[in-house]
C-alpha cells in the first residue's frame, strides 16, 4: 500500500497524564522516519481551531521522555463540539496540508474525533492517555501506572506518620467514576478500608470495619476516598466517622493533581512509546476511525465506534475480594 | 568528672518527624559506648507513666536511621500534666534506676521535662525534632529539611500538570502559627503567591498578584497557603478567588500528614545524629535542664528556661523580599 | 475437595527483588484465612535444612508491603542439591506438619523445588519472583517493574549531566543472560546505544552509531551496557570507544545491586499480591509441581516441568526496532 | 552609591551541580529587577571567548528552578588560561557592553575570574557550586546537598539487598580530594567502614574492622570508597578484601555521575537563591573580586584572593568520631 499521508497533526486533550510527552516523541519520530511531517496542535482542539500548530522535527521531542505534563498543552474544547468549530479545524489542517490526526486523551477525546473524521473524512487514530484507566480497548492507559506510584509513594509516608501515632487517616484520590486508582492503591499499601464509586458503602459497615481494625490489634488506620464515592469528600467522610468513634483524631490528606504530575512510570514509558510507534503504524496500513490499545502483552486495534458504546470498566472482583482477604 | 548516670530514657513526643529515628539510635549508641543503659518510653510521656520501658542495646536501634516515623511511638499525653502522673513516671523512673531522660519533641515536650526536671531532680535534655522549624535555640529542627523536601516535590508534581492547563492551584501546607514550611517552600517551587500565618494578605491583594502573573505571561499559578494563615483554608480561598475571576478553575491539594513522613534528608541524619550524640555527650558533662541545638555548623547549648520564653521564630524578612524579586 | 493441607511453609530463594515482601505477606494471609498456618524458612532452602523455620500470623506480616528485600532473607543452597540436605529439609517439614511448600525465586529455586517434590512428595508451587524477567510461563517477574524504574532514575539523573557537558556516558545495568532491563530501560531514557547479551555489536557498530548520534547534534550520548553483553564491561568498553574517539571523555557508572532494592512499584505489589493469593489458592484445589504467572491481566498455572524446559526469554524484537526508530 | 553596570553576564563553569539552574534564575531575576540586563554565557568561559552570548530575560528562566545540570551548559576551558582567550573574551564583553561577570563553579572558576579581573578590569563575583563541597568561604556550596541525598537513596536501596543477602558490598563515591561526601553518607547509611582520601586506612585495619562488625552480629556490611582514597578504586578493595577474607562475595556499585544529577533539594534550592541573589546585590554596592558564600545562616563575602589561597576543608574530626561510636 502506497503512503497516501502527507502530514499528520499530533494533539493531547483533556486531563493531562504522564507518559504524554513519550507518546508524543514516538507519534513525532515514528512519522519523521517514515516521510510524514508532523505539525503539534497546542492546547488540544483548540490548536486546531486557532491554527495554534508548531512544527515539529527530531530533535524538538528530544529530552522530553521523563518529563510529566505535556509540552502540547491540553484544554478542553468547548467550540470543536460545534459545527462551526470543527469547520474552523478543517479549514487549518487543509490549509497545511495535513491528512491525519493522532489524538492522545480519554473518552471525551474520542468522541470529538470520531465525528471530526465521519463529518471531514479526515483519518484521525486515538491513544488512550489518561490517568483513571477507565477506557475500552485497551488493558491500561497512559499514564495510569504514574499515577498509582504516585499515590501510593504519598500514602506510604502517611504510613509512617499514622504507625507513630495509632492515628486514622482519609486520603482523598482521584476517580470520579472510576474506583481503579482507589482500590488498586488500597491493595498497595494495605488499606484497611477503600470508598468506591462503584459499590456502596454506609457509614456504618465503615465504622464498623475500623473498629474490627483496632480489634485485630493494628497500628494504623488508613482509609482510601475515591472523589466519586457516595458517602461523601475525605473531610465529610472523617466527620462522620468522628461523630461516631470519638477518641479517634481523623486526618485529611486531598492528594488531588499532584496525582497527575511526576515523571512517567518504566511501564508507561513503554507504554507510551509503544502506543505512539503502532498508532502511526495503523495511519500507514490506512486505518483510521479506530484506537490503538494494550492487550497483555500485545498491541490490538479498536473501532472508536466500539470503544465508545461498550461499557468501559468493570471493578476487577477478584481484587475487591484479594483486598479483604489480604487487609485481615 | 565521674559518670553518675547508670541509665537514661529516650523517648519522642507530640507530632512525629523524620529523623527521629535517626536521633533515638544516636543516643542509644552513644550512651552504650559510655556503658550507660537505655530504655525507650514507648508513647512519649506516656510510657513513663505506664512503665512501658524497653530496653534498648546496639542491635535494637539497626536498620532504623532511614526510617520515618519513631519507632518509640509518640503521644501527646495529658496525665503527665498532673501531678498524680509526674508522680508516677518518676517512681517508674526510680523503679528502673533511670537518672536522666532525653527528650526529642517541640515546645510542649520541653515544657513537661522542664517541669518535670524541676519538682523531681531528674536530668533532662531536649532535642529539637518537629517539622515546623519553631523553636528558639536551633537553626533547624530534626525533620524541617525533609518535610520541605516533601512538600516541594510534590509541588513539582502539580506544576507538571499546571504548566500543561495554564490552571490556577492552591495548595495547603502544614504550619499552624509558623510559615517557615510555607515561605521556603513557595521560594523553592517558584509559587506565585504564599499565604502565612504571620503576614496578613486580604483576597483583594492575592487576586491581585495572580492578575499580574497571568498578565506578565506566566504559564501557571500556583498558590502556597499554609493553615493558619488568616484568609482560611485553600478550599476557602479558592472558591474567594473563583467568585472574583471566574476564568479560573482553581484545584486544591491538602498536603496534611503527607509532609511528617518519609525516609529523613541527608541534613536530617547528619542532624538526628550530631544532636543525639551531643545530648548524651551533655549528660556525661553534668548538664540539665538544657536543650542542644545547631547554630552554624556548630552545636550550641541552651537552658529551657530561655529556649521557652524566648520569641521562637521571626519570619525570615530577606526570603520574604528575595521571594518577591525571584518570582518577577 | 477437602483442604488437606494443615501447614505450608513460604521461603525465598536466589536472588532477592521487590515485592518478595508483599508476596510473603499475600501467601501467609491468604492461608490464614483458609485456615492453614504458615511457617517462614530463614534463608530460603538454608532455613528447610537447619530448620530455621518461624511461625507466621497475620500480624508477623504488616508493615512489610513497601519494604524492599525480603524479611525471609534468601540465600542460594548448596547443601539442597544432595540428597543429604533434601533428607534433612523433608525430616523437618514432617516435624513441623508442613504439607508443602510455597517458593518464591527464580529457575534455580523451582528447579530445587521440583526435584524436592518429585522425591519426597512434598506439594510445592512457585512464584516467579526475580528482577530479570527471564522465566517461561509469566509476562511479568516479580520485582522486574521496580528494577526498571530504578534504572530509568538513575539514567534520567545522569542525563542532567550528559546534557550540561555534551558528554559520554556508559551506564552498566543487571543482565548477565537476559536483555530486559537494559533493552527497556534505554527505550525508556531515549539511550543512544545499547549493549545485549542476545545480540552482538562490534565496538565498529558501537562508534559508528555514536559518532551519528553526534552528527545529529544529540546533545548528549549515553550507552547502556548490559553486563552479559559480548564485548565487556562498562569500563573496558569505554577504554575501547576513548580509544577510537580521542576527543570523547567518557565515563562510567556501575548500577549493580542498587537495582534490586527499594519499594517496590504499584505494578510489582499488586503482582505479588495477586500470585501470592493464587498460590494458596491453587495448593487449596489440589495443584502441586506447578507455578503460578501473568499472563495479560490474568493469572495462569504452569507445571514446573514446562517452565523449566521451554525456552526462557525471546528478546522482544518489536521494541528492538521501536528502538531504534524512536532514538534517531 | 550610582548603580553604573549596565549589563551583566553568568555563567556556570566546571563540573555541574543541582541547583546552578536555581542560581542562574536568581542571578537572571534579581538583576531584571534591577534594571540590568543580562547574558548568559554558553559552556563557561568558551561562551565569553566565542561570543556564545545569550540575552535572558525573565521568562527565559521559568520552569528551571527544579532542574538538575544547567541550562547555560558547562566545560573546562583550556583557551580561557591563555592571553589570547581571555583578550577574546573581553573584547565579546566590551562588545555586549557587559560590565561584569557572575561566575558560578568551584575553585577552578574562581582562579580564572580572579585573573580575568585583575588583568581586564572586569567587575566578577564567584558563586560557590560543585557537589564536592571544598571550598573556602562557605558551609556548604550549591549542589552538595542534592548529592549526599541522591547518594543516601542509593545506599538505602542497596542495603535491602544486604540486609536479605548477609553480604558485603562496596560503595564508590565521588571524591578525588574531599571525603565529605563519602563520611556524610557513611554516617546517613550507617555503613560499617569508609575509605576517605584524608585518612590512610590500611587494608588490614579494613578487613579487621569487617569482621568485627560480622562478629558484632551485624546483619550486612557496606563500605563506602571515596575515589580519591589511597587503597584503589572500590573494584580493587573489594579483590582485597576478598583475598583475605574468602567466605564474603563482595558486590560493587560505581554511582559516579548518577550523584552529579537530580532535582536540587530544597536545600539547594534557597542556598542557590540566596547566594544568586546576594552576588548581584553585591555588584550593586560596588564589590568585585569576591564571593558570596553561606555562613551558618548568613550570606559571607569572602575575597577570592583569600579564598583560593586558603586551605579549604578540614575533614570534620568531631563527624569522624561521632561516626565511629554511632556504627558500634
Same mark, same amino acid.
Given at each position: 500500500?502506497?503512503?497516501?499521508?502527507?502530514?499528520?497533526? #499530533?494533539?493531547? /486533550?483533556?486531563? =493531562?497524564?504522564?507518559?504524554?510527552?513519550?507518546?508524543?516523541?514516538? #507519534? #513525532?519520530? +515514528?512519522?519523521? %522516519?517514515?516521510? $510524514?511531517?508532523?505539525?503539534?496542535? @497546542?492546547?488540544?482542539?483548540?490548536?486546531? @481551531?486557532?491554527?495554534?500548530?508548531?512544527?515539529?522535527? &527530531?530533535? *524538538?521531542?528530544?529530552?522530553?521522555?521523563?518529563?510529566?505534563?505535556? $509540552?502540547?498543552?491540553?484544554?478542553? /474544547?468547548?467550540?470543536?463540539?460545534?459545527?462551526?468549530?470543527?469547520?474552523?479545524?478543517?479549514?487549518?489542517?487543509?490549509?497545511?496540508?495535513?491528512?491525519?490526526?493522532?489524538?492522545?486523551?480519554?473518552?471525551?477525546? !474520542?468522541?470529538?474525533?470520531?465525528? !471530526? *473524521?465521519?463529518?471531514?473524512?479526515?483519518?484521525v487514530i486515538g491513544i488512550p492517555g489518561t490517568i483513571d484507566n477507565d477506557l475500552y480497548g485497551t488493558d %491500561?492507559? @497512559?499514564?495510569?501506572? +504514574?499515577?498509582?506510584? +504516585?499515590?501510593?509513594?504519598?500514602?506510604?509516608?502517611?504510613?509512617?506518620?499514622?504507625?507513630?501515632?495509632?492515628?486514622? !487517616? !482519609?486520603?482523598?484520590?482521584?476517580?470520579?467514576?472510576?474506583?481503579?486508582?482507589?482500590?488498586?492503591?488500597?491493595?498497595?499499601?494495605?488499606?484497611?478500608?477503600?470508598?468506591?464509586?462503584?459499590? =456502596?458503602?454506609?457509614i456504618e459497615e465503615l465504622v464498623q470495619e475500623l473498629v474490627a481494625g483496632s480489634a485485630a490489634k493494628k497500628? &494504623?488506620?488508613?482509609? @482510601?476516598?475515591?472523589?466519586?464515592?457516595?458517602?461523601? /469528600?475525605?473531610?465529610?467522610? *472523617?466527620?462522620?466517622?468522628?461523630?461516631?468513634?470519638?477518641?479517634?483524631?481523623?486526618?485529611?490528606?486531598?492528594?488531588?493533581?499532584?496525582?497527575?504530575?511526576? /515523571?512517567? &512510570?518504566?511501564?508507561?514509558?513503554?507504554?507510551?512509546?509503544?502506543?505512539? %510507534?503502532?498508532?502511526?503504524?495503523?495511519?500507514?496500513?490506512?486505518?483510521t476511525n479506530c484506537m490503538v490499545g494494550l492487550s497483555g502483552n500485545n498491541i490490538i486495534v479498536t473501532q472508536?465506534?466500539?470503544?465508545?458504546?461498550?461499557?468501559?470498566?468493570?471493578?476487577?472482583? =477478584?481484587?475487591?475480594?484479594?483486598?479483604?482477604?489480604?487487609?485481615?
Amino acid at each position: 500500500m502506497t503512503n497516501l499521508i502527507k502530514n499528520i497533526a #499530533v494533539l493531547t /486533550s483533556g486531563g =493531562d497524564a504522564p507518559g504524554m510527552n513519550a507518546c508524543i516523541r514516538a #507519534v #513525532v519520530r +515514528t512519522a519523521i %522516519f517514515n516521510n $510524514i511531517g508532523v505539525y503539534g496542535a @497546542i492546547q488540544g482542539y483548540e490548536g486546531l @481551531i486557532n491554527n495554534n500548530l508548531k512544527k515539529l522535527d &527530531s530533535r *524538538s521531542v528530544s529530552g522530553i521522555i521523563h518529563l510529566g505534563g505535556t $509540552i502540547l498543552k491540553t484544554a478542553r /474544547s468547548l467550540e470543536f463540539k460545534t459545527d462551526e468549530g470543527m469547520q474552523k479545524a478543517y479549514n487549518n489542517l487543509k490549509a497545511n496540508e495535513i491528512d491525519a490526526l493522532v489524538v492522545i486523551g480519554g473518552d471525551g477525546t !474520542f468522541k470529538g474525533a470520531k465525528e !471530526f *473524521s465521519e463529518k471531514f473524512g479526515i483519518k484521525v487514530i486515538g491513544i488512550p492517555g489518561t490517568i483513571d484507566n477507565d477506557l475500552y480497548g485497551t488493558d %491500561f492507559t @497512559i499514564g495510569y501506572d +504514574t499515577a498509582l506510584n +504516585t499515590t501510593i509513594e504519598a500514602i506510604d509516608k502517611i504510613r509512617d506518620t499514622a504507625d507513630s501515632h495509632d492515628r486514622l !487517616f !482519609f486520603i482523598e484520590v482521584m476517580g470520579r467514576d472510576s474506583g481503579c486508582i482507589a482500590l488498586r492503591s488500597a491493595i498497595c499499601t494495605g488499606a484497611e478500608a477503600v470508598l468506591l464509586p462503584e459499590r =456502596d458503602t454506609t457509614i456504618e459497615e465503615l465504622v464498623q470495619e475500623l473498629v474490627a481494625g483496632s480489634a485485630a490489634k493494628k497500628n &494504623s488506620r488508613i482509609v @482510601i476516598v475515591a472523589e466519586g464515592n457516595k458517602l461523601g /469528600s475525605a473531610y465529610e467522610v *472523617s466527620k462522620m466517622v468522628k461523630y461516631r468513634v470519638q477518641n479517634y483524631d481523623p486526618k485529611v490528606t486531598v492528594l488531588g493533581h499532584l496525582q497527575r504530575g511526576g /515523571s512517567p &512510570s518504566a511501564f508507561d514509558r513503554i507504554l507510551a512509546g509503544r502506543l505512539g %510507534f503502532s498508532a502511526v503504524n495503523e495511519l500507514l496500513k490506512g486505518s483510521t476511525n479506530c484506537m490503538v490499545g494494550l492487550s497483555g502483552n500485545n498491541i490490538i486495534v479498536t473501532q472508536l465506534n466500539e470503544a465508545l458504546t461498550q461499557h468501559t470498566f468493570k471493578l476487577e472482583n =477478584d481484587l475487591m475480594e484479594m483486598k479483604e482477604i489480604l487487609s485481615i
